[in-house]
């Protein structure tokens, strides 16, 4: 907190804002909230998978107890059957802010989704590329011949740092990354290339470095969830909607989906959904490294 004060103390010509960053599990919504209370701010959530209403237990999302009265946005904001691009998240986040510093406030973003928080702090657009109908039906259908890994795999090759962000089911994202990258020529990284900080930034993680600690710090917090009712959640889930919908695609959601069709044991789905946080985990690590700079 040392750094942090030395932060708020030094002048400034740009706002400020704290980006508040790590892999899932590692303790930043603690992390948030102490700040929060600490500044009297407010906390604008930079998860792209608890912009999702219904999805609590499977995501982490933080519970009206544990925000502790400390305002939050960005979460509960659209159902699992609507998709939300980084534009939108962008377009909103940006007006709440702006508010937030009309108040005399540092914002406080705190999330795992790279790609949200860059789209906030970087000056960087993103690129405004028509869809090709027809290219876009070309790679779905490679998608449902051969797997949203091999998909994911094509988009690796060419921008690994955005699949890095990505999950192969995320297959909508990688579709249109792909897209943007035959149709440009350019990568989404890219198009974020040239960029810098729009706002005077501090960087903080909770992350200790210790990633064997953390792998079991989201075992144990995946066998929590299963045990506070993340079948029962989904169960819920899918009588109000298809499996098929965006939202219910998710990690912690698939694998669910598929033990309750009988694709999965019990004791398999848990190990899945256990070795999918941690291989996102991985991916996020490779996503901060750059934040680590500043």
Not at 33 to 59: H, P, V, Y
Not at 74 to 103: C, H, L, T, W
Not at 252 to 260: N, R
Request: proline share 3%; net charge positive; glycine share 6%.
């Amino acid at each position: 907190m040392k750094d942090l004060k030395k932060f708020l103390e030094k002048k400034s010509d740009k706002n400020k804002i704290i980006v508040i960053y790590g892999p899932t599990a590692c303790g930043k919504t603690d992390l948030s909230i102490k700040i929060a209370k600490f500044l009297n701010s407010e906390i604008i959530s930079t998860d792209s998978r608890q912009i999702f209403k219904g999805l609590d237990i499977g995501t982490g999302k933080v519970t009206e107890e544990e925000k502790e009265g400390i305002i939050h946005h960005m979460i509960d904001i659209i159902e699992p059957n609507q998709e939300y691009s980084v534009g939108e998240f962008k377009k909103e986040a940006e007006k709440i802010i702006k508010n937030i510093f009309r108040k005399g406030k540092i914002p406080i973003l705190c999330g795992g989704t790279g790609l949200y928080i860059d789209s906030l702090i970087y000056d960087f657009k993103i690129p405004k590329v028509p869809a090709d109908p027809i290219l876009r039906e070309k790679l779905e259908d490679e998608r449902i011949k051969f797997g949203n890994e091999f998909i994911w795999k094509k988009l690796q090759e060419i921008d690994p740092d955005y699949a890095s962000e990505l999950h192969p089911n995320n297959y909508r994202y990688v579709i249109r990354a792909l897209e943007v990258k035959i149709l440009t020529g350019k990568s989404k990284k890219e198009f974020r290339e040239e960029k810098n900080l729009k706002y005077d930034t501090f960087f903080i993680t909770p992350y200790d470095g210790n990633r064997e600690k953390l792998y079991k710090k989201i075992d144990l917090r995946i066998k929590s969830m299963f045990e506070n009712g993340l079948l029962e959640e989904v169960r819920d889930l899918l009588t109000k909607y298809k499996k098929t919908d965006f939202g219910m695609q998710t990690i912690g959601y698939k694998e669910i989906i598929d033990f309750f069709e009988g694709k999965l044991n019990f004791d398999d789905c848990v190990a899945l959904v256990q070795k999918h946080n941690r291989n996102y985990a991985k991916r996020q690590l490779t996503w901060f490294r750059k934040y680590e700079k500043n």
